[in-house]
Nanobody, 118 residues
Framework: VQLQASGGGLVQAGGSLRLSCAASGSRFSINAMGWYRQAPGKQREFVAS???????TYADSVLGRATISRDNAKNTVNLRMNKLKPEDTAVYYC?????????????WGQGTQVTVSS
């Protein structure tokens, strides 16, 4: 399974960005799609996820500022974040969870840098 993320970059505080991720290569349906992020010197943390039925979950740190969406037909997931803060600066990783017969597998994208300037 390959995940191709795009949309990172340099944004001013208070601005917005949209991250996209396209998954390919799976013979199975994707259960959940989401985003994690890792700031320098910190552990990777959950940002948002969406399951195939459309239910979404957000980290408290982005609740109200982030919107995650997916296109099941295209196996893509998008994350839009508004009112960006310097503390949102991190490498953002796309993640998918796939049920492969009897095993649940996580796949990760290569990461895309988001830098929020104050």
């Amino acid at each position: 399974v390959q995940l191709q993320a795009s949309g990172g970059g340099l944004v001013q505080a208070g601005g917005s960005l949209r991250l996209s991720c396209a998954a390919s290569g799976s013979r199975f349906s994707i259960n959940a799609m989401g985003w994690y992020r890792q700031a320098p010197g910190k552990q990777r943390e959950f940002v948002a996820s969406i399951i195939s039925g459309g239910t979404t979950t957000y980290a408290d740190s982005v609740l109200g500022r982030a919107t995650i969406s997916r296109d099941n037909a295209k196996n893509t997931v998008n994350l839009r974040m508004n009112k960006l803060k310097p503390e949102d600066t991190a490498v953002y990783y796309c993640n998918v969870l796939i049920a492969e017969v009897t095993t649940m597998r996580n796949y990760w994208g290569q990461g895309t840098q988001v830098t929020v300037s104050s």
